[in-house]
C-alpha cells in the first residue's frame, strides 16, 4: 500500500489515480532494493542510473567514476530514503 501525496489516503501500488481525491499515482515500477545494490556495487559505473532508464547521466558516471565517488554516495542516499527518482521523474519509493 502506498501514502497517496494529494490527500494521504491509502492506496494500492498499481492503482493508477487515488480513489479518493484523483491524484495519479507517480510511483515508479522500478524498486529500491535493486537499484541500492547496483549502485553499491557498481556506482561507479553509473549502473544503477541504466537500471532506472536515466542513460544519459549513467554514461557521465561511467566516464567519471561515478562523478569522482560524491555522485555516487549521493545517488545511493536518495535511493535509500525513496527519493531519486526514474526517467520519468516517478520517485522510486518500493523496496521490493
Known sequence: MLICRGCGHQIHESALAC???GAPNTTSPKRILPAALLCFFL??????RFYVGKWGTGI???????????????????????NFTDKQGNRINLWT
Open 19 to 21: 480513489p479518493n481525491c
Open 43 to 48: 556506482g561507479l559505473f553509473g549502473i544503477h
Open 60 to 82: 557521465l558516471q561511467l566516464l567519471t567514476g561515478g562523478g569522482f565517488v560524491v555522485w555516487t554516495v549521493y545517488d545511493f542516499v536518495m535511493i535509500i530514503f525513496g
